[in-house]
């Protein structure tokens, strides 16, 4: 019998906020551990938590972008676990009702478009570390992390493969970066999943009993883990096994699951109401001023760029990239022709932030001089290479373009005044040349431009010194 995979996504996104969930602890990674805790987020007895506005907001603010209905008023639950890494022994969730209902992502366009349905997304903390010290034989806990705010995005099972699975992924990653509701970085485990997988008889709606793979954070790892799951699963029903619902790790270095644990249903968590926290309220006031907050969609931001000309390649290149549009858009507002300053952002700007970490927006390169170096190379005042070679000097000083140039002597002689001067220098010096050239020679061009540049010592333009040349020749011709 013909097989078909069945996937549900259940994706944890830290929120951007700069303290924990419940508690005024910092969020940021690297700290020394158990020194960004306090008596709330490690669980001591007495301590009150204090909801985080912020992250209610980021949490609404994702489920407006994702289609999902932000319920008005929503609870919190204790998910009760034993693990050395939960001080409470209960994680804070929301079973129901959660801050937002429903939701879609689609993926594809056109045709091969294909909707995801979301079920939910809900607010939740973190757990702590467990650090193992193989070489002491001991292990540490680190709560640096318990109390960090997580949204839970859980799908409908409507992936049906890993693929599928991976562009999802990558386009609620994007999609949450641009929203600035998560930072995303994914080494840090600031967006992560677990997939859940079972295999159908194909075109059947009954669904079979799954696994459930845990905590990937990378899109590699999670294509890897699928392939392998369907693989597992498929020959256990070849050789006419069944397969038991249960929670498993992904392996990396061998690529294979483990069994982790056989599932536990809802109710094995004894869920009850979280009696320390007050319900969640999310006025309509505040879901119409986060609706008006809300980037355009991708898909319009990308055609109002291509009807500035960029071609779309160009165009995607920047929105795929957190604060390369409003760069972009400053930097034509400051003058720059758009197609130039595309390219210059997508070949010299955008990679030197990548490799030095910096912000667009933070970078000593503003967008005015980024607009100014457009215009210099617009006008053949800088030629491409002289601008190339500067760049990343400009890049991490932030001196003016036209400055350095100057300073470099770089400076082309563009005005058409002095250009037209040397052309008809060159013309009256060089007739044979010139009569050759109108009389059909017409790589005798080169030699005419390459004289101009001689007179000029190089300085001048060479498109703006064709040009002349052409203009002066035929006016000699009409005379
Ligand atoms: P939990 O894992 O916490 O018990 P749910 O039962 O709500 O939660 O399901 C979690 C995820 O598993 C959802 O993304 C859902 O789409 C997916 N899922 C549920 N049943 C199946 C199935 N038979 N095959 C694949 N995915 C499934
Ligand atoms: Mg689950
Ligand atoms: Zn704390």
Do not use: W
Not at 439 to 466: C, I, N, T, Y
């Amino acid at each position: 019998m013909e097989m078909e995979p069945v996937i549900g996504l259940e994706i944890h996104a830290q929120l951007k906020t700069k303290t924990k969930l419940f508690c005024d602890c910092p969020t940021e990674p690297g700290a020394e551990p158990n020194t960004n805790i306090c008596e709330i987020c490690t669980g001591q007895p007495g301590a009150l938590p204090r909801m985080n506005a912020r992250a209610l907001e980021l949490a609404a603010k994702a489920g407006l972008a994702l289609g999902s209905t932000v319920n008005h008023r929503s609870l919190f639950s204790r998910k009760n676990y034993f693990y050395p890494d939960l001080p409470n022994g209960f994680q804070t969730s929301q079973l129901d009702p959660p801050i937002c209902s429903g939701g879609e992502l689609t993926l594809g366009e056109g045709e091969a478009a294909k909707t995801i349905r979301l079920n939910r997304i809900h607010l939740e903390d973190d757990a702590g570390k467990c650090v193992h010290d193989e070489k002491r034989g001991r292990s540490l806990v680190d709560l640096n992390r318990a109390g960090v705010p997580l949204i839970e995005i859980v799908t409908e099972p409507d992936l049906s493969s890993s693929l599928e699975a991976i562009e999802f992924l990558k386009k609620l990653h994007a999609l949450l970066i641009r929203l600035e509701v998560t930072e995303g970085r994914l080494e840090e485990g600031e967006f992560r999943c677990d997939v859940n997988i079972s295999l159908k008889p194909k075109g059947s709606s009954q669904l079979g009993v799954r696994g459930e793979i845990k905590n990937l954070n990378s899109f590699r790892f999670v294509g890897q883990a699928i392939e392998y799951e369907i693989k597992r699963q498929s020959s256990l029903y070849a050789s006419g096994q069944s397969v038991r619902q249960e929670t498993l790790h992904f392996d990396p270095a061998h690529h294979e699951t483990r069994t982790l644990r056989t599932k536990e249903e809802a109710h094995d968590y004894r869920y009850f109401p979280q009696p320390d926290l007050p319900p969640v309220i999310v006025t309509e006031k505040t879901i119409n001023s986060l609706k008006a907050s809300l980037p355009a969609p991708i898909e319009q931001t990308l055609a109002r760029l291509i009807s500035l000309g960029l071609k779309e390649d160009q165009a995607k290149l920047l929105t795929d990239r957190r604060e390369a549009v409003e760069y972009f858009d400053a930097a034509v507002e400051a003058g720059g022709e758009p197609k130039r300053v595309a390219t210059l952002m997508n070949e010299l700007f955008l990679p030197l932030c990548l490799k030095t970490d910096t912000k667009p927006s933070t970078a000593c390169l503003t967008p005015k001089s980024l607009a100014s170096l457009a215009a210099l190379l617009e006008s053949g005042q800088l030629g491409r290479r002289a601008a190339y070679e500067m760049f990343e000097e400009l890049f991490k000083s932030g001196t003016d373009p036209q400055v350095l140039a100057s300073k470099k002597g770089v400076l082309q002689i563009s005005d058409s005044d002095s250009l037209l001067k040397l052309a008809q220098e060159v013309v009256e010096a060089h007739q044979d040349e010139v009569s050759k050239f109108l009389g059909g020679q017409e790589k005798l061009m080169s030699f005419l431009v390459g004289q101009v540049m001689r007179r000029s010592r190089g300085a001048a333009d060479p498109k703006g010194a064709a040009k002349a040349l052409a203009l002066v020749i035929s006016e000699g011709k009409k005379q």
